[in-house]
């Protein structure tokens, strides 16, 4: 059997040297993303639950009212971790990437990393990514897109990696 195309994400700083494999989803990541999105979407509409809770401390915010973590956590999380195909972590990293990252976790990496590593997910998997959704409606609408908006179109994966390094 072939395996699907995939693209690494190598992030390095002071605290986190890892390297991620994501791959074309398959049928069995589709699965998994959509639970991790329903137990995610079950966290936060319980303002008792641990994540709600993490969020409310962290923000000073109701989840309701913080769509930027509810869009997060709710789209990003579950894509970025069903369709990892490999984690490599350095040896002396001080935080360790797993592929079982609780949403608290993941919340907790660098913000470079998420945006490289969900940019190569929805790359191999264009039918996921919700960003496409806001892109239609602005245009739809008239509006202008963003210079980011406008880089997302057409995207291919470069090179089969991208690092950062701070």
């Not at 195309?5 to 990541?29: G, I, M, W, Y």
């Not at 969020?55 to 915010?61: A, I, N, R, S």
């Not at 509006?143 to 991208?162: A, F, Q, R």
Request: a negative charge; charged letters at 25%; glycine letters at 4%.
């Amino acid at each position: 059997m072939l395996a699907p195309p995939s693209a690494t994400v190598h992030f390095k700083d002071e605290q986190l040297d890892v390297t991620v494999e994501v791959r074309r989803a398959t049928v069995l990541d589709g699965i998994r993303r959509a639970a991790l999105t329903a137990d995610v979407s079950k966290a936060l509409g319980d303002d008792d639950s641990p994540l709600s809770q993490f969020l409310k401390k962290e923000t000073g915010l109701e989840i309701t009212a913080s769509i930027a973590a509810y869009t997060l956590l709710r789209f990003t999380y579950p894509s970025c971790l069903a369709c990892v195909a490999n984690v490599t972590n350095a040896t002396d990293s001080e935080f360790k990437v797993e592929t079982s990252l609780t949403p608290i976790d993941f919340l907790s990496l660098p913000e470079l990393f998420i945006e490289a590593w969900e940019d190569q997910v929805y790359i191999l998997n264009p039918h996921w990514d919700y960003r496409k959704l806001f892109t239609k409606a602005k245009v739809e609408a008239g509006e202008n897109l963003t210079p980011e908006e406008k880089l997302g179109e057409g995207k291919e994966p470069v090179g089969n990696e991208i690092s950062t390094t701070d």
